[in-house]
């Protein structure tokens, strides 16, 4: 089954921003415009939600919590979708894999891109 390919995942600071990408391989780029795309996100443990959808005319919807944070688009002369992502935090860490929906209803996925959020941190002082 041929999937989509995703790439831009990797490691930052809470509060950083991160723009991931979604390319049709050659075998699908026919098909690529007319397709409704989604990016999924698996955080540790549990199970694959749906975070941000695109419509091929352009409509797009989020999930609460990611709302004013990211934003999905799509490139269709260059077969691509993104997301960018901004003031990232811990719960953002995940594996993010574009999908249509379709292959979704099929559980058949491609490999992702892992997006790791980390904290900044909290002071330990001791005192002797």
């Known amino acids: 089954q041929v999937h989509l390919v995703e790439s831009g995942g990797g490691l930052v600071q809470a509060g950083s921003s991160l723009t991931l990408s979604c390319k049709a391989p050659r075998a699908i780029t026919s098909t690529f415009n007319p397709l409704t795309l989604n990016w999924y996100r698996q955080a540790p443990g549990k199970q694959r939600d749906l975070v941000a959808s695109?419509?091929?005319?352009?409509?797009?919807n989020y999930i609460d919590s990611v709302k004013g944070r990211f934003t999905i688009s799509r490139d269709n002369r260059r077969k691509t979708m993104y997301l960018q992502m901004s003031s990232l935090k811990p719960e953002d860490t995940g594996v993010y894999t574009c999908?249509?929906?379709?292959?979704?209803?099929?559980?058949?996925w491609g490999q992702g891109t892992q997006v790791t959020v980390w904290g900044q941190g909290t002071q330990v002082t001791v005192s002797p």
């Open positions: 695109i419509t091929s005319t352009g409509a797009t």
């Open positions: 999908n249509t929906p379709l292959q979704a209803a099929n559980n058949d």
